[in-house]
């Protein structure tokens, strides 16, 4: 199934590079911060979790601290907290 892929994926590209005309203007852009940071601690734990669980077992509390941990980062950018 791969084999018959790729040569459709090619021809696939070959015509969206000659059809499709994106006309793109320089923009000047800010990274967020302190949104990038929060976004980082609200879901790693959270990562950390679903990735060990099977390895640390999903009793009551085995690792409850580290999805707690990203709790407050996610209270306090969520949108209903800018009220």
């Known amino acids: 199934m791969f084999l018959v892929n790729v040569p459709i994926g090619i ?26 940071v929060m976004l980082t601690v ?20 085995a690792r409850a601290d580290l999805p707690t941990a990203s709790a407050p980062a996610d209270c306090c950018c969520s949108p209903s907290s800018n009220t």
């Open 42 to 61: 609200g879901v790693v734990p959270l990562l950390i979790v679903a990735e060990q669980g099977r390895d640390w077992g999903w009793a009551l509390g």
């Open 11 to 36: 021809v696939a590209l070959v015509v969206v590079a000659k059809v499709l005309n994106v006309r793109t203007s320089a923009r000047n852009h800010r990274i967020d911060w302190f949104g990038a």
